[in-house]
């Protein structure tokens, strides 16, 4: 009778153990995932030397890599350090209106490209970089068409 008592208890105490191994084995996973996507929302620490082509360039790393929160930052940087380069600034404009959109924030982003063409209305509005007006007046267009109310059944003539 000693001999099964032991056996019993040994039972246990195995299943305990295995049970605590398989939540210490998870639990590294699970910290390294929050890890990542806390990592991937933060802020980032971006250089005051950087120039202006390498924050360019480092947004649109991080926006071809569905890194908007990131890409959002450098061109806020861009924006923040160039504020009296207007040729900047409209870059910064628009493609923060242009991150906006393609996150389907169509209100942040109409909002954001208004603002950018208001500029376009102001004196030496003609001398702003007009891509940027084009491209604008073209994504609101796309904008719009997405917000028009869709009917089920489309009328054929």
Known sequence: ?????EQVVQKRLFRYS????????????????????AC???TLNIPYDMS??????????????????YALQYYQALLERN???I???CTAEYEIAFIHYKQKKYAQAKAGFNTLLMR???PNGD?????????ANKVLERISEKEKPRSFFSSKD
């Open 1 to 5: 009778m000693l001999i099964y008592k």
């Open 40 to 42: 991937a929302t933060g």
């Open 52 to 69: 202006p082509s390498e924050l360019i360039q480092r947004a649109q790393e991080a926006s071809d890599r569905n890194r908007y929160n």
């Open 18 to 37: 295995s049970g605590m191994n398989n939540l210490f084995g998870k639990v590294p996973v699970f910290v390294a995932a929050l890890c990542f996507f």
């Open 127 to 135: 001398l702003l970089p007009q891509q940027f007006k084009l491209l």
């Open 83 to 85: 504020s009296t380069n």
């Open 87 to 89: 040729d900047l600034v």
């Open 120 to 122: 376009y209305d102001m």
